[in-house]
Structures are given as structure tokens and as C-alpha cells.
């Protein structure tokens, strides 16, 4: 019986060169190709949801892959990948899926989370899950630029050099900047909900956030960047430990 | 001149054999004391409001210490620290007091986080941060406990064997559990504020509790265990990477 099973994973992306498999590096795919290859005791093809960045973490990043072995009934596979993999990456749960699903071109939306914090010095428990800003930030100017940021829109301005789509039209559905005091520090948290992400994309809407933020850009630069779309107009490119993919809808 | 400093530390303990200097291991302790020497010039002698076990994390740990290095303003030590000091440690401020003032003996409150989670796999992403609960935990019995543990009482029950204090008697001024519902997990902070806590105190009554919220023991009980005084009726002791030293109160 061939069957396709789509997995929900976990992972903190701190150790690893990213999602996708690629020389120089252990990636998230390759080390649970080679689990679940260790538990199907065949050959599989693991198709994500799209890539992460190296150091970017997953809440709930989705893959499916063809198993012709009976054994494991669909919803146990984290059971049997869990014992298996590292603590870093972990099987949050399993279902069968139709054989013509596939895990990247049925994403319809997905919903990303970037965590930042000022404070007087980087604070060594937020290390590696959190971007630190040396400067206060303007959440009120930040959600301002992210009202020109939702719809249907050409985000070619937002993608990274050496991309290869040829498509650069996203709708974004979502977008909000929050902040929160906790103790010596001020954590911000920008979430963003779109139909799908060019590469790089929500890091550097991120940068250009944190720019305007900062006061460096007024928020209605943001409309002239996306109508410019030149990359050369927007933010940096905001560092890959504060970003999470928290969850694909199906 | 010589000078009394009280410095406020942020640490993650996971790689620390706790607070104290002791044998066989790097401690938090040992790294500032060694920061703290190539500054000033000179030994110094770093007394910590109290310990923290291996694998304890401090959001505000307090030390002091005397200066007898004229060049560093009073409120300047993070800056030299925080330079020489590791990822996971770091002072988060300075400022001078009294020559009589002590961390330890002048401590009126300290106020402990000890944060955990179920799910049906443990976090990747709170790895070493959390305390993973294979259960479902029941924070309104967890809470009827907490009522019996505020007040000036003795509490022998909770103080790990080998401890050398002879006086048992801590108040507890607030006491209390949350639960908040994250994507696949369920998170549980436990937040404990008193006058000072015995050895393992915290993380007895942290134990004691999840054994009362997954119904092993009555509510009640924590009145029984308290009044019996023998550590034996008490729970086990939670684990360490889910604590959090919070703040201690001058």
C-alpha cells in the first residue's frame, strides 16, 4: 500500500543551515529524510512547505512524503520519528493526506512570527530565539507601515538578489506590530500572514519595520518601496534567530 | 576609594554547575568573579543574594562586591562586563551601595518563575527553558494547594535532605498558577514570591504540585505535607531548566 503522509515538525533552526538539503551543511530535511527513511526502510522524497533560513525556527513547518510500509498506522509516526530524532527537531503530528496533495504548492496560507527586544545588553535566555535591537522602537509608526502592506500586491522590492520565481505578486492578509515590557526589556513581536513569502521576505520587511521604528524611515516610505519595487529602496535584511514559521493552512 | 557595588546579573544556566563556585565544574559565580578581577585590577570576593542549582536560569540575579578601581563610574560595570563575558551571562546593571550592604542577609523578597508545558512531544523550541510535562496538569486543584503554602509556616517538608540550615521558617507572600493554550502545547507558570526559600524549596513545591494537578495527591494534601514537616510526604523534586530566579527585593 503507497500511501502519502503529511507531518507537522517543530524544530529550532539554531544548528542548522535551514530547511532544504544543501552541501556544507545539515539541513532539517536531510536529518528527518534519513529518520523516516531509517523508519519506512525505504528510499523518500520529503517535500516541505518551503524553505526556512538557517537559524530560523518552525512552530509547525509541514512536509509530506510517499511510505510504502504498513506498519505504522497514519497518526503515529511522530511516536515512532520522535525516539529517533533530535531534541532540537520533533514530529508534532502525522495524518494521510490524498495522493495528489502536495505539501508546497497547496500551502494557501502561512503565518510567520518575528521576535525582537531592546534592552541596555543582548539578554543571554532570549540568545539565539529572539533578534536584539540596541534602540527602542516606535510600534505605533510600525503599524502605521504595516497598513500598506496588506493585499494583493508586487513585493519584488521585498525579495532577496539571486531569487529565481518569476512571480513576485503575494496578498497579505495580516500584519501587526505588538510590544510587551517584561523586566529590563522591551519585547516586540511583528506577525505576518500572507498566501506565500519570497525568499527573504519577511526579513526584510522586518528590517524596513525596524528602520521606520527607529525613525531612520517615515512610515509611508513603506508605500513608496513596494511601488518602487527595487530591493535597493527597502530595509536589511533583519538577522534569522528572531523569525518563526508558526503554521501553513491548508 | 573603596566601594561596595551591588550588580544585577542575567543568566541561562544551562551550561553552569549552578550559582556557587564549587569543584568539578564552571559556575556563573566563577565566570563574574574572574570578569570582575580583570576590571578592577584586583581579588574580589562576589556574594550572590543566594544559589541557584545547575541548570537554574536568572532574569535578575543580585551580587556585590568591592571595588577598589577609581576609573569605572558606579553604573558603569555592564558596559566593562558585558564585553568579556559570555553569550549566557550577562550584568544587566550597577549602582553603589552602602559598605554595610549585603546581597544575602539584606534580600526581603525573592520572587521564583518555574515554567512547564505539555504536549504530546517535548518542544524543540523550549528546550532547556521549560520543564516538559507528559500530562495534562489541573491548575484549579493546583491552585487550591497554593492557598495552604502562603504564611510565615515552617517548611522542613520542602528543604532537600543535607541542607545545613537550622530554621525552617519562610513566609510565602503570594503563590499561584496560569495555564495559557500555545498552538500544540499547553504552558504552565508557576509563580512563587517569599522572604527566602529553603534548598530545592522551590522546585519540592514545584513537584508536590504537578503530582496534586495530575491527581496523584488531594489539594489537601499540601496542608498534610506541610504540617507533617517530613520531606518524605512531599513530592519529588521537579526538574531545574524550568526555574527562574525572577528578582530579589531590598
Known amino acids: 500500500m503507497n500511501r502519502r503522509i503529511l507531518i507537522t515538525i517543530e524544530y529550532k533552526g539554531s544548528a542548522y543551515c535551514g530547511w532544504q538539503i544543501q552541501k556544507g551543511g545539515v539541513s532539517v530535511q536531510q536529518v528527518l529524510t534519513e529518520c523516516l527513511e531509517k523508519i519506512c526502510g525505504h528510499k523518500i522524497n520529503l517535500c516541505g512547505s518551503g524553505r526556512t533560513d538557517s ?8 512536509a509530506h512524503f510517499d511510505c510504502n510500509y504498513d ?4 497518526d503515529k509516526f511522530p511516536q515512532c520519528a520522535n525516539a529517533l530524532l533530535p531534541a532540537d527537531i520533533k514530529v508534532l503530528c502525522s495524518r494521510r493526506v490524498e495522493s495528489s496533495f502536495h505539501a508546497r504548492f497547496d500551502a ?5 512570527l518575528y521576535k525582537m527586544y531592546y534592552g541596555g545588553t543582548a539578554s543571554p535566555i532570549r540568545e539565539g530565539l529572539f533578534t536584539y535591537i540596541p534602540f527602542e522602537l516606535d510600534t505605533e509608526k510600525m503599524n502605521t507601515a504595516c497598513g500598506y502592506i496588506t493585499g494583493r500586491q508586487d513585493f ?3 525579495c532577496a538578489s539571486g531569487s529565481s520565481v518569476k512571480d513576485f505578486v503575494r496578498e497579505i492578509y495580516s500584519v501587526a506590530v505588538t510590544q510587551i515590557q517584561k523586566g529590563f526589556y522591551t519585547e516586540y513581536y511583528f506577525e505576518i500572514c500572507g498566501s506565500g513569502f519570497l525568499r527573504n521576505m519577511v526579513r526584510i520587511i522586518a528590517g524596513t519595520l525596524i ?8 512610515p509611508d516610505c513603506m508605500r513608496q518601496i513596494i511601488s518602487g519595487k527595487m530591493r535597493i529602496n527597502a530595509g536589511y535584511t533583519a538577522p534569522p534567530q528572531g523569525l518563526y514559521l508558526m503554521d501553513v493552512i491548508y
Open 108 to 112: 494557501k496560507k502561512k503565518i510567520y
Open 55 to 62: 537559524g530560523v525556527h518552525a512552530m509547525a513547518q509541514y
Open 71 to 74: 506498519a505504522i498506522p497514519d
Open 156 to 158: 519584488s522590492a521585498f
Open 211 to 218: 528602520e521606520i521604528g527607529r525613525g531612520k524611515m517615515q
